[in-house]
C-alpha cells in the first residue's frame, strides 16, 4: 500500500458527468482513476483492478447501489465512499450500516470528497495500533485509559471513555449511532436508546470543555451519527 | 308518530266514536227527559223547548252534523210524545205545534252546522300544525348538514319517516343517468329495502326528471304505478326528485300525501342547492388559490432558475472560448460566479423539493429526542459558510433542552431562519439565537432576532404565505419558499412559529415546539455512574 498518493479509485455512477468531473480532478490530485457505469460491471471491476478505495453512487440504476455494497463486502473490506441524494437519511445509514466507510451528499465541493477520500485512505493505511491518539491539544492514551485536555488530566465515566474511544480512533470518519451504541453498549442496547448517546455526548462535550455552538471534536451529523473531527492541517 | 297511521288510526277511532255518539245522544235526551219530567216541567213548554237545544248544541261540538241532527229529531220526537198534549202520544192537539217543532228543528240544525264546521277549521288547522311541525323538522335537520351525500341519505329518511313509506331521491351524475339514494329499510312495515332502485322506478324518474313535472300515483301522469314522484325544483332548475312508495288508500288522503311530498320536495330542493352552490363556491376558490400558486411559481421558478443559469452559463463559455484572453484573477472570479450560481439554484431545487415533500403528505417525521443546542450547532456550521460577516450569539438554558423531533427537518427550519436573518441585515450586525424552555407549559422557544430591516406589521403573518415576498425586499433574491416549508415542519411538530418585531430594530422569529412526547418529557436519567 502506497498511501494516499498515488491511490487507485475506482468509480461506480450512471452519470458520464460526475465520471468525467471525478477523472479529471481527482487526478489531478494525484489518484489512479478507474470507471465503471453499472453496478453489475462495478462488482466485477472490483476484483479486477484491486481498488484503494470506491467511489459508488447508491442511486444506480440495474443493480442498486446497496446491492453492490453488498457484493462487494462478502469478500473485501476495501473503503467504500457512497454518494447519495440530500434528504434520505435513511438511505445513508443503511449503507453505512451495511459496512459503507463514509458518504457525500450530492450536490459536493471536491474538498469535502478529496477530505473524505484522505481519511478513507488514512484508516486502511494504519497497521500498528498506535497506543497514544494524540489531536492538537486533547492526547487520549489508550494503553493507561487516561484523556488529557491541555496538559490536564480530564476525569471520564467509563462509558464517556469508552465512546470518545470509539470516536477518537475513528477520527475523521462518521459513526452511526447504531455502530456507536454497539461498540460502547455491546450487546445490551436498544434502537430507542439513541437518545442517551445525546446525553453522554453533551456530557462528554462539556468535559472536553467543547463551544457548544462551535465544537472542535465531536461533531453531530443530523438523523445519522457523530464524526470526531480531525484538526484543520 | 308517522302521521300517515296517526291519520288512519283517528279515522278508525272517529267511526267507533260516532257510534258511540248516537248511543250517547239517545241515553242523554232519555235522561233529560226523565229529568224534566221528574221535576214536572211539564206546563213550561217553552223552556223544555230550550232545554232540549242542550243535547243538540253538546253533540254539535263534541260530535259533528250527524249526531247533532239526530239529536234535534230524537228531542223533537221526546218532546212531542212526553211533553205536548195530549201527552204519551205522537200525536199533536194544537197544530200550532208543529210550527213550533219545524222551528225547533230549524234552529238546532243551523246551530248544529255552525258548530260542526267550527270543529272541521279546528281539525283542518290541527292537521296544518302537524304538517308543518314535520317539515320544519325536515328543514331543520337539513340546514345542518354540508355533505351531499349524508343530505341525499336524509332527506330520504327524513321523508319515509314523515310518510311512513319507503322513499328515494334521484340525482344526476352527469352523465345523463340517475344516481338513487334510498331510505333505510322501512321499520314500521317491514317493506323490502332500497325501494326505487329497479329499472321501472328509475325510469319514471327520469321522465319526471326531464319533465318538471310530478307523476305517479295520485297524480295526472302515470297513475297506475305504485310510486309517486316529484321534481325537486328551485327557481332555475330541477336538481333532482323525490318519490315515495305509494299503497293503495283513499283519493282524499292521496291528495294531502301529494301536498305534504310536494312541500318536502320544495324543502329539499332547496338544500340540496344549498349544498351544491356551497360546493362550487368551494371548488372556485380552491381554483383560484392553485392558478394563483401555479402563476407565482412559474414566475418565481423560471426567474430563479433562469438568473443562476444566465450567470453559469455565461461564465462557463466564456472561459471555454476566450481561455487567453483573462488574467488568472479573471478566472477564479468567473469561477466563483459559476459556484455561486449552482448554489443558488441548488437552494431552490431543495426548497421545491421540501414544499412538494410537505404538500404531498409525503414527509415522514422521523421522531426522537433531539438536544436543540446540537441541532443549533450544527446549523451555525452550516451557515457559517456563507456568512462569514455576522456575529451570531446563541444563548443556550443551563440544561440541555431536548424535544422529541425530527432532527434533520428542525435543522431545515433553523437553517431557513438564520440564513433569512442573515440576508436581511447588514454585515457586522449582531444575530442572537435564545432558547428557553418553560417547564409549566413544557413549551420550548427558540428566538432568532436581526438588527436587519424588519417586516412591516401587515406582512408578518403572509410571509409565511408561499410564494409571496414582501415589498420591501423584492431586491434580495428568494423565492418565498423558505419560510413556507419552515411553518409546514414546524406546524407538523405541533408547534408555531411567528415574526415579531426585534425590540431593538429588525425582525425576531419566534418558534414554539412541544417537549413532551406521548404526556412525557425527556428520560433523562442518569446510570449513576462514577468517573474513573
Redesign the interface.
Same mark, same amino acid.
Given at each position: 500500500m502506497n498511501g494516499p498518493l498515488g491511490a487507485r479509485i475506482l468509480v461506480i455512477d450512471d452519470e458520464p458527468q460526475i465520471r468525467k468531473l471525478l477523472k479529471v480532478t481527482l487526478q489531478a490530485h494525484q489518484f489512479e482513476l478507474h470507471e465503471c457505469g453499472d453496478g453489475e460491471e462495478g462488482v466485477i471491476q472490483a476484483s479486477i483492478v484491486h481498488p484503494d478505495l470506491i467511489i459508488l453512487d447508491l442511486g444506480l440504476p440495474g443493480m442498486s447501489g446497496m446491492e453492490v455494497l453488498r457484493r462487494i463486502r462478502e469478500w473485501s473490506q476495501v473503503p467504500i465512499i457512497v454518494l447519495t441524494a440530500k434528504d434520505q437519511e435513511g438511505d445513508k445509514i443503511a449503507a453505512l450500516d451495511a459496512g459503507a466507510d463514509d458518504y457525500v451528499t450530492k450536490p459536493f465541493g471536491m474538498g469535502e470528497l478529496v477530505a473524505r477520500i484522505r481519511v478513507a485512505l488514512r484508516h486502511v493505511a494504519k497497521t500498528t495500533d498506535e497506543p497514544i491518539l494524540r489531536f492538537g491539544s486533547l492526547t487520549i492514551d489508550l494503553a493507561q485509559r487516561q484523556v488529557e485536555l491541555e496538559g490536564a488530566l480530564v476525569k471520564l465515566t467509563p462509558t464517556e471513555y469508552e465512546m470518545l474511544k470509539v470516536l477518537a480512533s475513528n477520527a475523521g470518519k462518521i459513526i452511526t449511532q447504531r455502530q456507536l451504541l454497539q461498540q460502547v453498549w455491546g450487546g445490551h442496547h436498544h434502537e430507542s436508546d439513541s437518545h442517551y448517546l445525546r446525553v453522554y455526548v453533551g456530557h462528554l462535550r462539556k468535559k472536553l470543555n467543547e463551544d457548544p455552538t462551535n465544537p472542535r471534536y465531536i461533531q453531530t451529523e443530523p438523523g445519522i451519527g457523530y464524526r470526531f473531527l480531525l484538526p484543520a492541517e | 308518530m308517522i302521521l300517515s297511521e296517526r291519520i288512519k288510526k283517528e279515522t278508525q277511532a272517529s267511526h267507533r266514536k260516532r257510534v258511540s255518539a248516537y248511543v250517547w245522544v239517545t241515553l242523554g235526551v232519555i235522561l233529560l227527559t226523565l229529568l224534566l219530567h221528574a221535576i214536572g216541567m211539564s206546563g213550561d213548554l217553552v223552556n223544555v223547548a230550550l232545554v232540549y237545544l242542550f243535547p243538540v248544541l253538546v253533540s254539535a261540538v263534541y260530535w259533528g252534523m250527524g249526531p247533532a241532527i239526530y239529536a234535534a229529531s230524537f228531542s223533537v220526537i221526546m218532546f212531542d210524545f212526553f211533553f205536548v198534549p195530549p201527552y204519551l202520544s205522537f200525536t199533536v192537539e194544537d197544530l200550532r205545534y208543529l210550527i213550533s217543532f219545524v222551528v225547533y228543528l230549524a234552529v238546532a240544525i243551523l246551530t248544529a252546522s255552525l258548530a260542526g264546521r267550527l270543529r272541521q277549521q279546528l281539525e283542518m288547522v290541527k292537521a296544518r300544525e302537524a304538517t308543518t311541525n314535520s317539515l320544519y323538522a325536515l328543514s331543520r335537520q337539513m340546514t345542518a348538514i354540508t355533505d351531499l351525500n349524508t343530505l341525499l341519505v336524509n332527506i330520504a329518511t327524513q321523508v319515509s319517516l314523515t310518510l311512513g313509506k319507503p322513499a328515494a331521491v334521484y340525482l344526476p351524475d352527469g352523465q345523463g343517468d340517475l344516481l338513487v339514494t334510498s331510505s333505510p329499510a322501512s321499520t314500521s312495515e317491514g317493506e323490502k329495502d332500497g325501494w326505487g332502485d329497479g329499472e321501472s322506478e328509475i325510469a319514471i324518474a327520469k321522465w319526471v326528471y326531464h319533465h318538471g313535472q310530478i307523476a305517479g300515483k295520485g297524480s295526472s301522469t302515470l297513475r297506475e304505478s305504485p310510486g309517486l314522484y316529484v321534481p325537486l325544483r328551485t327557481e332555475e332548475q330541477i336538481h333532482g326528485v323525490l318519490a315515495v312508495s305509494m299503497n293503495a288508500g283513499e283519493v282524499h288522503e292521496q291528495q294531502e300525501q301529494i301536498r305534504l311530498l310536494e312541500a318536502c320536495g320544495g324543502l329539499a330542493a332547496g338544500a340540496i342547492a344549498r349544498v351544491k352552490l356551497a360546493e362550487e363556491a368551494r371548488l372556485a376558490q380552491i381554483t383560484a388559490e392553485s392558478e394563483r400558486i401555479r402563476t407565482a411559481l412559474l414566475d418565481s421558478v423560471s426567474h430563479e432558475l433562469r438568473t443562476p443559469l444566465t450567470a453559469i452559463i455565461g461564465s462557463a463559455t466564456g472561459l471555454l472560448e476566450n481561455d487567453t484572453l483573462f488574467t488568472s484573477e479573471d478566472r477564479r472570479e468567473l469561477t466563483g460566479n459559476i459556484r455561486d450560481g449552482?448554489l443558488r439554484m !441548488?437552494r431552490l431545487v431543495?426548497n421545491l423539493?421540501?414544499m412538494v415533500?410537505l404538500e404531498s403528505g409525503m414527509l415522514q417525521l !422521523?421522531r426522537?429526542?433531539?438536544?436543540v443546542?446540537?441541532?443549533?450547532?450544527?446549523v451555525?456550521?452550516q451557515v457559517r459558510e456563507f456568512s462569514p460577516h455576522r456575529n451570531i450569539q446563541?444563548e443556550?438554558p443551563d440544561e440541555?433542552a431536548?424535544i422529541y423531533g425530527?432532527?434533520?427537518l428542525m435543522?431545515q427550519v433553523l437553517v431557513n431562519i438564520v440564513s433569512n436573518a442573515i440576508k436581511y441585515s447588514p454585515d457586522e450586525s449582531l444575530i442572537v439565537i435564545t432558547v428557553t424552555s418553560d417547564k409549566s407549559s413544557s413549551q420550548l422557544t427558540i428566538r432568532v432576532a436581526d438588527q436587519g430591516i424588519g417586516i412591516p406589521e401587515a406582512e408578518r403573518i403572509r410571509i409565511f404565505d408561499k410564494f409571496y415576498r414582501s415589498e420591501s425586499t423584492q431586491h434580495v433574491t428568494g423565492t418565498g419558499l423558505g419560510l413556507a416549508i419552515c411553518k409546514g415542519i414546524v406546524e407538523v411538530h405541533g408547534g408555531t412559529i411567528v415574526a415579531e418585531a426585534n425590540p431593538g430594530g429588525g425582525t425576531r422569529m419566534r418558534i414554539n415546539i412541544p417537549m413532551e412526547a406521548h404526556g412525557s418529557r425527556?428520560?433523562?436519567s442518569e446510570?449513576g455512574?462514577?468517573?474513573?
Open positions: - | 449552482a !441548488n431543495t423539493l421540501g415533500r !422521523n426522537k429526542w433531539c438536544d443546542g446540537d441541532i443549533i450547532s450544527v451555525l456550521t446563541v443556550l440541555p431536548f425530527d432532527e434533520v435543522e425527556f428520560p433523562y446510570q455512574e462514577v468517573e474513573d
